[in-house]
Protein backbone atom coordinates (compact mmCIF):
# COMPACT_ATOMS: atom_id res chain seq x y z
CA UNK A 1 0.00 0.00 0.00
CA UNK A 2 1.46 3.45 -1.53
CA UNK A 3 -0.99 5.51 -0.51
CA UNK A 4 -2.80 7.48 -3.34
CA UNK A 5 -0.46 9.99 -4.82
CA UNK A 6 -0.88 13.23 -6.61
CA UNK A 7 1.18 15.20 -9.23
CA UNK A 8 2.26 18.02 -9.06
CA UNK A 9 2.14 18.97 -5.43
CA UNK A 10 1.85 22.80 -6.29
CA UNK A 11 0.93 24.44 -9.52
CA UNK A 12 1.61 27.60 -10.85
CA UNK A 13 0.06 29.47 -13.15
CA UNK A 14 -1.80 32.33 -15.42
CA UNK A 15 -4.89 33.18 -15.53
CA UNK A 16 -6.67 32.29 -18.80
CA UNK A 17 -4.24 28.91 -18.90
CA UNK A 18 -5.15 25.13 -18.92
CA UNK A 19 -3.88 22.85 -16.28
CA UNK A 20 -4.12 18.90 -15.75
CA UNK A 21 -3.43 17.47 -12.71
CA UNK A 22 -2.75 13.58 -11.99
CA UNK A 23 -4.00 11.68 -9.48
CA UNK A 24 -2.68 7.78 -8.83
CA UNK A 25 -4.98 5.43 -6.02
CA UNK A 26 -3.86 2.72 -4.27
CA UNK A 27 -4.19 0.19 -6.69
CA UNK A 28 -6.95 -2.52 -5.86
CA UNK A 29 -9.15 0.55 -5.06
CA UNK A 30 -12.07 1.37 -8.11
CA UNK A 31 -13.70 4.32 -6.24
CA UNK A 32 -11.78 7.25 -7.17
CA UNK A 33 -12.86 11.08 -5.63
CA UNK A 34 -12.25 14.58 -5.96
CA UNK A 35 -12.51 17.31 -3.54
CA UNK A 36 -11.45 21.04 -3.29
CA UNK A 37 -10.77 22.81 -0.28
CA UNK A 38 -9.97 26.27 -0.76
CA UNK A 39 -8.39 27.85 2.90
CA UNK A 40 -10.47 27.81 5.54
CA UNK A 41 -12.92 25.36 4.50
CA UNK A 42 -13.44 22.00 4.40
CA UNK A 43 -13.30 20.03 1.50
CA UNK A 44 -15.80 20.06 -1.47
CA UNK A 45 -17.07 17.04 -3.38
CA UNK A 46 -16.46 17.72 -7.12
CA UNK A 47 -16.70 14.28 -8.80
CA UNK A 48 -16.22 10.62 -8.51
CA UNK A 49 -15.39 6.93 -10.81
CA UNK A 50 -16.76 3.52 -10.22
CA UNK A 51 -13.66 2.13 -12.71
CA UNK A 52 -13.50 4.13 -15.38
CA UNK A 53 -17.33 5.50 -15.27
CA UNK A 54 -17.80 8.99 -13.82
CA UNK A 55 -21.04 8.71 -11.67
CA UNK A 56 -21.62 11.74 -10.28
CA UNK A 57 -20.63 15.46 -10.58
CA UNK A 58 -21.09 18.13 -8.56
CA UNK A 59 -22.82 21.64 -9.34
CA UNK A 60 -18.92 22.65 -8.40
CA UNK A 61 -17.97 21.52 -11.44
CA UNK A 62 -18.02 23.88 -14.43
CA UNK A 63 -17.68 23.18 -17.51
CA UNK A 64 -14.55 24.24 -17.96
CA UNK A 65 -13.46 21.30 -15.44
CA UNK A 66 -13.20 17.93 -16.63
CA UNK A 67 -11.86 14.43 -15.43
CA UNK A 68 -11.06 10.95 -16.74
CA UNK A 69 -10.16 7.69 -15.41
CA UNK A 70 -9.04 6.15 -18.15
CA UNK A 71 -9.02 1.83 -17.82
CA UNK A 72 -10.40 2.16 -14.50
CA UNK A 73 -6.72 3.49 -13.37
CA UNK A 74 -5.19 6.65 -12.39
CA UNK A 75 -7.13 9.90 -13.00
CA UNK A 76 -6.54 13.50 -14.39
CA UNK A 77 -8.82 16.28 -13.79
CA UNK A 78 -8.33 19.34 -16.17
CA UNK A 79 -8.83 23.09 -15.62
CA UNK A 80 -9.44 24.70 -19.03
CA UNK A 81 -9.31 28.69 -18.86
CA UNK A 82 -8.24 28.98 -15.20
CA UNK A 83 -10.30 31.88 -13.36
CA UNK A 84 -8.37 33.18 -10.09
CA UNK A 85 -11.52 31.58 -8.12
CA UNK A 86 -9.79 28.18 -8.93
CA UNK A 87 -7.12 28.63 -6.77
CA UNK A 88 -7.56 26.23 -3.75
CA UNK A 89 -5.56 22.45 -2.81
CA UNK A 90 -7.28 19.62 -4.94
CA UNK A 91 -7.96 16.18 -3.42
CA UNK A 92 -7.86 12.96 -4.52
CA UNK A 93 -9.08 10.00 -2.73
CA UNK A 94 -9.58 6.57 -3.59
CA UNK A 95 -11.61 3.80 -1.61
CA UNK A 96 -12.52 0.18 -2.11
CA UNK A 97 -15.87 1.34 -2.77
CA UNK A 98 -17.58 -0.22 0.18
CA UNK A 99 -20.68 1.37 2.29
CA UNK A 100 -19.01 3.59 5.84
CA UNK A 101 -15.26 2.87 4.50
CA UNK A 102 -12.80 5.19 5.03
CA UNK A 103 -11.52 7.01 1.70
CA UNK A 104 -8.04 7.55 1.98
CA UNK A 105 -6.57 11.28 0.69
CA UNK A 106 -3.71 11.85 -1.78
CA UNK A 107 -1.81 14.98 -0.04
CA UNK A 108 -3.31 17.29 -2.75
CA UNK A 109 -2.18 19.53 -5.48
CA UNK A 110 -1.73 23.62 -4.63
CA UNK A 111 -3.29 25.50 -7.46
CA UNK A 112 -2.53 29.45 -7.32
CA UNK A 113 -4.20 31.44 -10.64
CA UNK A 114 -1.97 34.96 -11.07
CA UNK B 1 -28.79 19.65 1.64
CA UNK B 2 -26.38 18.21 3.69
CA UNK B 3 -24.60 20.63 6.30
CA UNK B 4 -22.13 19.90 8.97
CA UNK B 5 -21.09 22.92 11.41
CA UNK B 6 -18.23 22.76 13.91
CA UNK B 7 -17.58 25.17 16.41
CA UNK B 8 -14.81 27.80 15.69
CA UNK B 9 -11.22 27.75 16.20
CA UNK B 10 -8.55 27.57 16.59
CA UNK B 11 -8.22 25.64 19.71
CA UNK B 12 -4.95 25.70 22.26
CA UNK B 13 -4.63 23.26 25.07
CA UNK B 14 -1.95 22.31 26.91
CA UNK B 15 -0.40 18.80 27.32
CA UNK B 16 -2.91 16.45 29.02
CA UNK B 17 -5.90 18.70 29.16
CA UNK B 18 -9.69 17.85 27.77
CA UNK B 19 -10.67 18.33 24.20
CA UNK B 20 -14.09 19.00 23.01
CA UNK B 21 -14.47 19.52 19.58
CA UNK B 22 -18.26 20.37 18.54
CA UNK B 23 -19.58 19.27 15.49
CA UNK B 24 -23.45 19.07 14.61
CA UNK B 25 -24.96 18.25 11.36
CA UNK B 26 -28.13 18.61 9.47
CA UNK B 27 -29.00 15.56 6.70
CA UNK B 28 -31.85 14.10 5.52
CA UNK B 29 -32.15 10.57 6.43
CA UNK B 30 -29.51 8.52 8.52
CA UNK B 31 -26.17 9.76 7.56
CA UNK B 32 -23.20 8.18 8.79
CA UNK B 33 -20.79 10.64 10.61
CA UNK B 34 -17.19 11.15 10.39
CA UNK B 35 -14.12 12.50 11.98
CA UNK B 36 -11.25 12.88 9.55
CA UNK B 37 -7.48 14.24 10.83
CA UNK B 38 -5.16 16.43 9.13
CA UNK B 39 -1.41 16.30 10.29
CA UNK B 40 0.75 19.15 8.91
CA UNK B 41 2.24 18.17 5.73
CA UNK B 42 -0.06 14.73 5.24
CA UNK B 43 -3.26 13.84 4.01
CA UNK B 44 -6.63 13.44 5.55
CA UNK B 45 -7.10 10.24 7.18
CA UNK B 46 -10.01 8.65 8.94
CA UNK B 47 -9.67 9.30 12.84
CA UNK B 48 -13.00 7.51 13.95
CA UNK B 49 -16.53 6.65 12.49
CA UNK B 50 -20.10 5.85 13.71
CA UNK B 51 -23.06 4.61 11.32
CA UNK B 52 -26.01 4.69 13.20
CA UNK B 53 -27.56 6.62 16.03
CA UNK B 54 -26.11 6.14 19.79
CA UNK B 55 -23.25 4.00 18.07
CA UNK B 56 -19.76 5.39 19.61
CA UNK B 57 -16.90 5.83 17.30
CA UNK B 58 -13.05 5.30 18.71
CA UNK B 59 -9.50 5.52 17.83
CA UNK B 60 -6.22 6.50 19.42
CA UNK B 61 -8.16 7.78 22.81
CA UNK B 62 -10.69 10.00 20.36
CA UNK B 63 -14.24 9.20 20.65
CA UNK B 64 -17.52 10.71 19.45
CA UNK B 65 -21.17 10.10 20.20
CA UNK B 66 -23.75 10.00 17.31
CA UNK B 67 -26.57 11.61 18.78
CA UNK B 68 -29.48 11.44 16.64
CA UNK B 69 -31.80 13.73 19.11
CA UNK B 70 -29.81 16.70 19.35
CA UNK B 71 -27.85 15.91 15.64
CA UNK B 72 -24.06 16.38 17.16
CA UNK B 73 -21.16 13.90 16.76
CA UNK B 74 -18.48 15.95 19.23
CA UNK B 75 -15.24 14.86 19.56
CA UNK B 76 -13.09 14.63 22.83
CA UNK B 77 -10.61 12.86 24.13
CA UNK B 78 -9.26 12.66 27.85
CA UNK B 79 -5.53 13.84 27.41
CA UNK B 80 -4.64 15.74 24.69
CA UNK B 81 -0.40 15.22 23.53
CA UNK B 82 1.66 17.83 21.54
CA UNK B 83 1.73 15.07 19.05
CA UNK B 84 -2.31 15.57 18.48
CA UNK B 85 -1.94 18.81 17.27
CA UNK B 86 -3.49 18.93 13.65
CA UNK B 87 -6.81 19.90 11.97
CA UNK B 88 -9.82 18.39 12.69
CA UNK B 89 -12.87 17.76 10.20
CA UNK B 90 -16.68 16.77 11.18
CA UNK B 91 -18.28 14.86 8.03
CA UNK B 92 -21.01 13.31 7.00
CA UNK B 93 -22.50 11.23 4.13
CA UNK B 94 -25.73 9.53 3.32
CA UNK B 95 -25.82 5.65 3.51
CA UNK B 96 -27.06 3.50 1.03
CA UNK B 97 -27.07 4.01 -2.36
CA UNK B 98 -24.03 4.69 -4.64
CA UNK B 99 -23.00 8.21 -3.01
CA UNK B 100 -21.48 6.70 0.49
CA UNK B 101 -17.93 8.38 -0.54
CA UNK B 102 -19.61 11.80 -1.37
CA UNK B 103 -18.51 13.79 1.78
CA UNK B 104 -19.88 16.43 3.10
CA UNK B 105 -17.39 18.24 5.43
CA UNK B 106 -17.71 20.92 8.10
CA UNK B 107 -15.13 23.99 8.10
CA UNK B 108 -12.43 22.30 10.14
CA UNK B 109 -10.83 23.27 13.58
CA UNK B 110 -7.30 23.66 13.96
CA UNK B 111 -6.11 22.26 17.24
CA UNK B 112 -2.59 23.30 19.05
CA UNK B 113 -1.49 21.54 21.80
CA UNK B 114 1.45 22.80 23.68
CA UNK B 115 4.10 21.11 26.06
Known amino acids: DTGVSQDPRHKITKRGQNVTFRCDPI?????LYWYRQTLGQGPEFLTY????????KSRLLSDRFSAERPKGSFSTLEIQRTEQGDSAMYLC????????????FGSGTQLSVL | GNSVTQMEGPVTLSEEAFLTINCTYT??????LFWYVQYPGEGLQLLLK?????DKGSNKGFEATYRKETTSFHLEKGSVQVSDSAVYFC??????????????FGQGTILTVHP
Open chain 2, 50 to 54: ATKAD
Open chain 2, 27 to 32: ATGYPS
Open chain 1, 27 to 31: SEHNR
Open chain 1, 93 to 104: ASSLGLTNEKLF
Open chain 2, 91 to 104: ALTNAGGTSYGKLT
Open chain 1, 49 to 56: FQNEAQLE
